[in-house]
């Protein structure tokens, strides 16, 4: 079994910045891709970005260029770093990783409004 559990989000301005947090305990492997998804109301749960133990990173179209991921293999964390953040980054933001099957964590909310 893993947890994952997250922490950062919160209310911001369009244009502002949030980072969100997610610590892994249990059987987690530093060799367990992690990763963060989220799901706006009324949508279903979409993928945002992935890291590899190699530091190997894939993004969302969406995303790319505002959002960056990155983990302490050592701390078995990964973080996501939101930039120029707009209303439709408004979602509950869930990290994941995979080992024998998919793990979610409970899930943060995000909110981009003025």
């Known amino acids: 079994q893993v947890q994952l559990v997250e922490s950062g989000g919160g209310l911001v301005q369009p244009g502002g910045s949030l980072r969100l947090s997610c610590a892994a305990s249990g059987s987690i492997r530093s060799s367990n891709v992690m990763g963060w998804h989220r799901q706006a109301p009324g949508k279903q749960r979409e993928f945002v970005a992935t890291?590899?133990?190699?530091?190997?990173?894939n993004y969302a179209d969406s995303v790319a260029g505002r959002f960056t991921i990155s983990r302490d293999n050592a701390k078995n964390t990964v973080d996501l770093q939101m930039n120029s953040l707009k209303p439709e980054d408004t979602a509950v933001y869930y990290c994941?990783?995979?080992?024998?099957?998919?793990?979610w964590g409970q899930g943060t909310p995000v909110t981009v409004s003025s």
């Open positions: 994941w990783t995979f080992n024998t099957r998919s793990y």
């Open positions: 890291i590899t133990s190699g530091g190997n990173t």
